[in-house]
């Protein structure tokens, strides 16, 4: 069965500083992935997709991701972290039948 | 365009109580599903809608929760009677094509 591992359940960074949130799946055939960003009481907002081509995905608010097909991963990364980043963060993969299975989350805390 | 829309925000409820859930998706998105997502963890589907059809509800406790979505536009979700670990944010989402939008969620809590 499809699943996403998320490695990291809290991750704190310093303001400005860069971020990389993990993400592993297990998939079988050529996966579509996503980013999903949750602040607290809010639904899950998309932050990037991967379907195909270019294995370096731009999303909103300065986020990127790499699929990495060799490790299985589809890491988030932003170069310079701001406070109302704080959130959590979910990895996900369309699990066949148009439907997605979601990692466990990992919870981004900003300090100044 | 506007969002998916759910309600209620919050609801407390008593074990072995009922509560229902309303979502109204996405004008035009064929494709409505119910998540439920307990603290600390990723959100699982419940329920996936095709029109007003079930596509997948191998995830669903049947014996507590239904689910329905007549004229293939609304859906409410159900839980009779309710049990303290049904304890969740209830996310309704509607797609067209992998494009996902999801709802703020219901916050339900059981005491």
């Known amino acids: 069965a499809q699943s996403v591992t998320q490695p990291d359940i809290h991750i704190t960074v310093s303001e400005g500083a860069s971020l990389e949130l993990r993400c592993n799946y297990s998939y079988g055939a050529t996966p579509y992935l996503f980013w999903y960003v949750q602040s607290p009481g809010q639904g899950l907002q998309l932050l990037l997709k991967?379907?195909?081509?270019?294995?370096l995905v731009q999303g909103i608010k300065g986020f990127e991701a790499e699929f990495k097909r060799s490790q299985s991963s589809f890491n988030l990364r932003k170069p310079s972290v701001h406070w109302s980043d704080a959130a959590e963060y979910f990895c996900?993969?369309?699990?066949?039948?148009?439907?997605?299975?979601f990692g466990a989350g990992t919870i981004l805390r900003v300090k100044s | 365009e506007a969002g998916v829309a759910q309600s209620p925000r919050y609801k407390i409820i008593e074990k072995r109580q009922s509560v229902a859930f309303w979502c109204n998706p996405i004008?035009?998105?064929?494709?409505l599903y119910w998540y439920q997502q307990i603290l600390g963890q990723g959100p699982k589907l419940l329920i996936q809608?095709?029109?007003?059809?079930?596509?997948?509800d191998s995830q669903l406790p049947k014996d507590r929760f239904s689910a329905e979505r007549l004229k293939g536009v609304d859906s409410t979700l159900k839980i009779q009677p309710a049990k303290l670990e049904d304890s969740a944010v209830y996310l309704c989402?509607?797609?067209?094509?992998?494009?996902?939008?999801f709802g703020s969620g219901t916050r339900l809590t059981v005491v």
């Open positions: 989402a509607s797609s067209v094509t992998y494009g996902y939008t």
């Open positions: 004008s035009g998105h064929a494709t």
């Open positions: 996900a993969v369309e699990s066949g039948g148009n439907k997605l299975v």
């Open positions: 809608f095709q029109n007003n059809g079930v596509v997948d």
């Open positions: 991967y379907f195909s081509g270019d294995t």
